[in-house]
Every structure is written in C-alpha cells, then in structure tokens.
C-alpha cells in the first residue's frame, strides 16, 4: 500500500467533515467562530482521527459514517495546541507557519476559541442524530475514554507537568511519565476510538492500545529528533526551540543516535503489538513507520 | 419550606461529593490538583448542582444517586470563572474574597486548571459505573446538553462576546442575547439535567426549561444590581467594576428603578412557569424568590 495516498485520502475526509460541522463564522458570534476555524483549518495532518479510522478498519468495521464523530479528535488536538501556544505558556508566534491563533485574534479570544473548542467536540461526540447506529453504551465509552485521556491525570496534567518543569533537569522516568499523559493519552484514545467502532474483542483493544502506546512515544522521540535535525520550512516552525527553552528531551538524554535507535526500536514494538492482526491493520503498520520516516 | 436550610444541606451534599471525587493533591501532578481544588473549594454556593436536584426533586426523583455527576456541573462552573478572572480576561484578583487562580498558581497553572476540570466533568458525567442507574440514553442526553450549553454557541460564546465588546455600548438586545448564552445557558442545562434525572414529560422539560430560562435571567440582573448596590464585604469583591469598565448592564440600560421592577417581574415569571407543579416543586419556586433577595 502507498501510506502518503491512504493518508492524503483520510486527511481529505477529515477536512470535508470538519468544514461541514463547524459553524459558519456568521452572526452574532462570527468573530469566535472565526478564531476557532482560522485554527482548525491552519493545516495539519490530522493523524488522530486517520489514527481512529485505521484502527476501526483494522478490525474491518467502516468508520464512515462516524466521521463527525472521530473528528471531533482533532477538534481537542486544536484546542490544546491554541492554549500550549499561549503566551502564558508556550508563547509560540507560528504553528504550521502560520501566525498563532492569539498573535491573530489577540490572546482573550484565542483562549475562548480554545474552550469553545473543547466543548464542541463533546457536542460532536454525544450527538446521537449525527452518527447514528453507534450504540448508546459504545458511545458513553467512548466519551469516557476520551475525556479521561484529555483531563487532569491526561493531556492537560502532562502540560501542566511540562510548564512547571521548564526549565529544570527532569528525570528521563519523569519525562517519559510526562510525555505518556501530554501526546500519548490522546493518541491512545485516538486508536481506542476506532477500536471501539470496530467492536474490538478484549485481546483486540489490548493490542490496539499498547499499539498505540507505542506510536504516542515515537511520536515524541522523533518530535524531540525534528527539534535538533529537521527543517524549518517544512516544519513550519523554528527549530532548536527545546534546547533553547533547556527542554528535557530524548536527544539530551540519551545522545542523537541512541534516540534514533529507539525511535526505530519503538516503531517496531508497536508493528509488533498488532501482529495477530491481519492485513486490514496494513494502514496502522504503516502509519507506525512512517512516524519515524516523516520530516514534518 | 425553609429554603436558607435547603440550600445549606444541598451545598453540604455537594461539597462531599466534590471531596470524593477530586483527585487529592498527591504525586507526579500534585501542583495541579492543588490549582484545581484551591478554586473548586474557595467557596460558592453550589446553586447549579441544587438547581438539578431540586428539578429532580420537582418530579418526585431522588438526585442523591446521581450527585457525582450533577457536581460536574459546578466543575464546568468553576472552570469558566478561572478562565474568565485570567488577565487576559476580566482580570480579576479576588473571587469570593480570595485571590484568584492565577494569583496564587500564575497564568499557565490557572488555564490548565480550567482545561483540567472541564474534561474532568466530562469524564465524571461519562462515568458508568459512579452514576449507575441512569439509562445510556439520558446520560448521552444530558452529555449532549451541557457540552450544548457551555460551548460556542452558549457559554464560551457569550464569553466571547462579552470580552469582544467590553469597551462598547451594546444594544439592549445584544445584552440579553449575551447573558442567556454566558450564564443563562449553564443554568438551563443545570435544570435540564435534572429534568432528564426525573424523566420529564415533554411538558414537563419545556416547563422546567422556562423556569430556568427565567431564572437565569433573574440571576444576571441582579447580579448587575449587586454590582452597584452590593456590600463588597459579603459579595467577596468589589462592586463598580461594570461601571468602572463601561459595561453594558441593565440598571445601565434602565436605571435601577426600572430593573428592580424587571427582576421581581421574571422571578414571578420563573414561578408561573411551573405553575402545573406540585409541592414538590416548592425548593424551584423558593430559590427562584431567593435570587432576587440574596446579597451575595
């Protein structure tokens, strides 16, 4: 199979549904759902909702007719990346490129656009008319496994983690710890999702999680690599910005070709996690090498 | 009925389950549980949790089983006062007679807190097996309309409005269509939550959303009222801060007179939309009478 196609076909379903159910920037209320779009539609490669469908495919269940759902994924993506990009935090001029959400619509807005944000996933993930045909008890699992994913001991606990330690040495425990809650637990979720869809069996979702395990951890090394190694224009953003910040990286700690090595080693454990699948799981297998091949 | 002793032993219920509930402040993400609980604990009186019990209470159900996740409604509550204290907000430093969230944990500590708890209550009204009881159906329901409430095009929106018009004279229609999204919004879904709790007929939904709607009225005016005829002592901030910032309000709009006038007239409305209910619905028809004579 051609990964760069499968993945430039999925992205492609992930924009067309996100276009039809964001609300237009018109009204009252125009100029915040101007914020929200203008970040939503500023790029990127959508890889956790194509995360979801693969995984549903894996198990030859047809995530379709679930789009609405499985994009509000990238809605919580967005979110998190408005506020990470804050400058009470992260303080980032460009994402993807392009001017941040608060250098824009000033830094009240784009906190709102974020907020607004969040909350709108939940709305896509509880409508019922949207995505029909997925049952109820499906559902609330899936609301659950996500939110738990995003919240306090997930998501946004790893970024407060990563804030409060800035600029202090961390433990490589520590920052594995906090790498697992910041990037992994979304990603996890991500795939659960689609396993969810796909009725996975106990044994499945077992495999489908430490998959994704897997994956959420080379996602990061090789974040942490494009830092020191990649190129600023097709990253869309500067370089070099963790060293600069005395970010506690992989590469700090464990050299550049160890990180290599590990970041090759961990996208064959995840290969290997899902080995009792059969070639339905081709697009999960290739997403997994192409986190480490990818140069953006 | 006695509604002072009502409210304080449906505030105490809350407070115990919110003590059950939290995370407590221990390892790894111990800085922002802590954020999390100093905001959740500063005080408040609770009144969107009471609001679904006594709208369950109304319809002869008892909330009592369902309370972790009615609390998620004073989690969304609190999460939209931190962010709406932050200095790119209202920039606010004291809320109910304490400094404010990010006076005491900073600015990236404190929007992480809000992130934090809103998911967090999604993961509480998600969760199966605290709440159980509730068929999968009325929990989608009322996932669907909180998220619906609170997210662009209700609370954050209003928010947003709100933040993008401080500077303005706003039109008297645009100020209530901001106020029923800002905190109108949150408040009906409060009562709808309850509504669903209690299996509401589809007359006794829309009754009950009325009295809400009522309610949530009253509430921002004589909030606005507080404002500037409030003791700063008991209300646990200063008062004249609309004034001071130019806001649009309705003794503003009206003059005090007037909007005394116009906050007994919807208390009474908030009344007489639940006039077909019986005794128990005397705790919805007394906290309606006690908004317009709190002083705090």
């Keep these: 199979m051609n990964i760069?196609?499968?993945?430039e076909e999925k992205r492609l379903q992930v924009e067309k549904t996100l276009e039809n159910i964001l609300p237009p920037a018109e009204g009252p209320l125009a100029d915040h759902f101007s914020a929200m779009r203008y970040s939503l539609f500023a790029g990127g490669k959508r890889i956790r909702p194509i995360l979801a469908m693969a995984a549903a495919e894996s198990l030859e269940s047809d995530p379709a007719p679930y789009l609405p759902l499985i994009?509000?994924?990238?809605l919580i993506h967005t979110y998190a990346l408005i506020h990470d990009d804050l400058p009470a935090m992260d303080d980032d001029e460009l994402r993807r490129g392009k001017p941040t959400c608060h250098k824009i619509f000033g830094e009240a807005a784009a906190i709102l656009a974020g907020d607004g944000m969040l909350s709108y996933a939940f709305e896509l993930l509880s409508d019922r008319d949207l995505t029909a045909g997925l049952?109820?008890?499906?559902?609330?699992?899936?609301?659950?496994t996500i939110s738990r994913a995003i919240g306090p001991k997930?998501?946004?606990?790893?970024?407060?983690?990563d804030i409060a330690n800035e600029d202090r040495k961390i433990s490589f425990e520590t920052l594995r710890f906090l790498h697992s809650c910041k990037t992994g637990a979304l990603i996890r979720a991500s795939v659960q999702t689609g396993a969810i869809i796909g009725k996975a069996g106990d044994d499945q979702f077992h495999a489908l999680s430490e998959y994704a395990n897997r994956i959420g951890l080379a996602f990061q090394i090789v974040d942490d690599l494009l830092d020191v190694e990649g190129n600023p224009e097709k990253l869309g953003k500067s370089t070099g910005a963790d060293l600069a910040r005395r970010k506690s990286?992989?590469?700090a700690h464990l050299g550049l070709e160890e990180t290599h090595k590990l970041a090759r080693k961990?996208?064959?454990?995840?290969?290997?996690a899902i080995k009792s699948f059969d070639r339905n799981a081709e697009p999960l297998r290739e997403i997994?090498?192409?986190?480490y091949y990818r140069d953006s």
Excluded: C, F
Aim: hydrophobic letters at 40%; a negative charge; glycine letters at 10%.
């Design 154 to 161: 997930g998501m946004v606990g790893g970024q407060a983690l």
């Design 71 to 74: 994009t509000g994924l990238e």
């Design 288 to 291: 997994a090498r192409y986190i």
């Design 249 to 251: 990286t992989y590469p």
């Design 266 to 272: 961990t996208v064959e454990d995840a290969i290997d």
């Design 4 to 7: 760069k196609s499968y993945l």
């Design 135 to 144: 049952p109820d008890e499906d559902r609330i699992l899936i609301i659950q």
